[in-house]
């Protein structure tokens, strides 16, 4: 999942379980919907990406970049990846949001369409509760 600053999730993705979640990042980079802003077009991509050291290869640095997206990636045996619990928390939260669905806290569901379809369902009454007034 990747999530905004606020914690509002803007793309969300399922796979399997014994697939490194590094993998997973590609597709939900690719999978962010234009970004309406108040002034001037419409922003395509994220200008920054936090992630921690799971996200550490140079294969996915230099696809970021070539993107023009920042990538803000601690990384392995040299820096400490407690500087990203200020970005990360938000993260944190909504995944506990997500959790408290009860169709998504156990995977009752045999086919991923549907679960990635009840995923989505969640993920929009999260962006409607933190939305409405």
Not at 62 to 84: D, F, H, T, Y
Request: aromatic share 8%.
């Amino acid at each position: 999942m990747i999530t905004e600053r606020s914690g509002l999730p803007l793309s969300i993705g399922i796979s399997a379980a014994n697939t490194h979640d590094s993998q997973g990042l590609e597709p939900l980079v690719r999978g962010i919907p234009p970004i309406r802003s108040r002034r001037g077009p419409r922003r395509r991509r994220p200008a920054k990406l936090h992630a921690d050291k799971g996200y550490d290869y140079d294969y996915l640095r230099r696809w970021l970049r070539g993107r023009n997206i920042v990538p803000r990636i601690a990384r392995k045996g040299i820096e400490s990846s407690q500087r990203l619990g200020r970005h990360r928390w938000t993260v944190e939260r909504t995944v506990a949001w997500l959790a408290g669905c009860r169709r998504l806290h156990r995977r009752y569901e045999r086919k991923a369409e549907h679960f990635l379809a009840f995923a989505g369902i969640a993920a929009t009454l999260i962006c409607y509760r933190r939305l409405s007034p």
